[in-house]
């Protein structure tokens, strides 16, 4: 199955120079991510349930505003059960924001089939368009490719009857590089539109090896996220551009970038 990617991003008509790209070019790329649940504020929250609610619309509200800078990302991703809420507060306010989610997060390797169809199914219906899955990366460790394909397509297959895209997070702080290329060759034939190096949740994020060779094996999008940082941006973007001119093609469907605090911490211009 070919990538639903169109095939003419060949044609570069967004060619820009990375080192001088502005905080409002980078949103442009970048899928602004709240991904806490309520957990995540036990113990630090006299009402953990309305402060993550009172966090989330804050998180939707500054996105919608551009972050106060201009900086209005591509796509904002969010967990399965925030779908809902998110789409009627995109459609009444800023509806060329797409909507993301996420199948299998963080760990890939303990959801099972059903659970990620499932998780899916939901976030599609709530009106996402694009779905970020966990890779199970163990099983594919473990040599049994079929099974991490059919894993794939059976997810795939609800997201392309929604006319959706399918980004595959690798979580390659967890690969070596060899295994890194190898499932990037894969994923050409898996039929995903993008590939992504990382949850942000396992033992580190984004490389830049790494993530050249994502971009030189696999032929549709690649999403750079976990632990994207001022300071590794750039060198992270010249990575996924696949070119050796500091040029990159700045369209949202070649890259992206995964993050949740990348913009509110970037200086107004370019690289320090």
């Not at 991003?9 to 899928?31: F, H, Y």
């Not at 070649?254 to 990348?262: A, K, Y």
Request: hydrophobic letters at 35%.
């Amino acid at each position: 199955m070919p990538n639903k990617i169109c095939e003419d991003t060949a044609v570069e008509e967004n060619l820009v120079k990375i080192e001088g790209l502005t905080p409002q070019q980078i949103a442009s790329v970048c899928d602004h991510t709240f991904l806490k649940r309520t957990e995540a504020y036990k113990g630090k929250s006299e009402n953990p349930v309305k402060q993550r609610e009172r966090d989330f619309k804050e998180f939707l509200e500054a996105s919608i505003k551009g972050l106060g800078r201009g900086m209005v990302p591509y796509a904002i991703c969010v967990r399965p059960e925030d779908c809902d809420y998110a789409r009627h507060v995109l459609r009444a306010e800023r509806s060329d924001i797409q909507l993301c989610s996420v199948v299998g997060f963080p760990d890939g390797n303990w959801y099972p089939i059903g659970m990620k169809v499932m998780e899916a199914e939901l976030a599609l219906s709530y009106g996402a368009r694009e779905i970020d899955m966990v890779l199970n990366y163990e099983t594919f460790r473990e040599g049994n490719i079929s099974e991490v394909g059919r894993e794939i397509t059976a997810v795939n297959s609800r997201v392309i009857e929604r006319q959706g895209l399918l980004k595959l997070i690798f979580e390659t702080s967890e690969l070596t590089e060899d295994e890194v290329k190898e499932l990037s060759k894969l994923a050409n034939g898996w039929g995903v539109d993008f590939i992504k190096t990382s949850s942000g949740f396992a033992s580190g994020g984004a490389e830049a090896g790494k993530v050249k060779l994502m971009r030189k094996y696999f032929g549709g999008g690649v999403k750079i996220s976990g632990y994207v940082k001022p300071g590794n941006v750039y060198e992270l973007l010249s990575a996924a551009s696949g070119r050796d001119d500091g040029y990159i093609n700045l369209d949202p469907m070649v890259v992206r970038i995964g993050e949740s605090s990348l913009l509110t911490n970037l200086p107004d211009k370019g690289a320090e």
